[in-house]
């Protein structure tokens, strides 16, 4: 029987795209995938995520950093008596001052362009939710800003993990 | 008037040279590899070159660390 005709528009997440993966991805899309997508990633956050002994020391996290194009960071809490509950703690930090934001209730943080945000980290989890990564841009780009942290904090991250993604060699 | 870096606020990221000024008037002047690989660039406006066209000091996050300042 022949294809249906629209059935390219359906996707589904092939987790051979990112081999090294350790969240437990749903979807995601960009312009690679479908010409003229923006950057779409949603995956759960599992209690333990985030808590890992390599990320023990203040400051501890998904590394600060900026993108080309705005972001919008959902934290989706996933009791349906109460979603609004997050079930979690989620430290962030936001700007190049890092003041420190702790995020328990369903929320989506915005992100302008090239605005300093992170370290992103979970503290707690006592159920699993929902996180969706959004950029307005066709691709997701990342720099790093570890010159923000402080010394004892960058001295402690392992930063082959973060390399400079899609920005332009000076 | 014209904009300059304010060095106190400047994280040495090179951002701004890498964006549309116009006139392409942020000029590196000197690059250092850090411990880590990060790259830290002391970065100048060229006054020969600025227009002082407003672009860099008016949008919000042209600067990361908002170091450019008139004056």
Known sequence: MAEKKYAKYIYEYDPKMFPKERRPVMAYMDNNLAKGSNFYLIHWILPGFGMQKEWDFPYAGHPPHIHKDAELLFHIGTDPENPMDLGAEVVMYLGPELEEHHITRTCCIWIPPNFIHSPWKPISCTRPWIFMEFNQGPVHTEKSYRQVLPAAARAQMDWSMWPDDKYPEI | ?71
């Open chain 2, 1 to 71: 008037m014209a904009y300059k870096i304010d060095g106190t606020k400047c994280l040495k990221c090179g951002l701004c040279v890498t964006q549309d000024c116009p006139e392409q008037a942020f000029v590196v002047v000197n690059k250092v590899k850090e411990d880590d690989g990060l790259m830290r660039y002391t970065v100048k406006i060229d006054e020969s070159r600025c227009t002082e066209c407003d672009t860099c000091f008016s949008l919000e996050w042209w600067c990361p660390a908002k170091a450019i300042v008139k004056g």
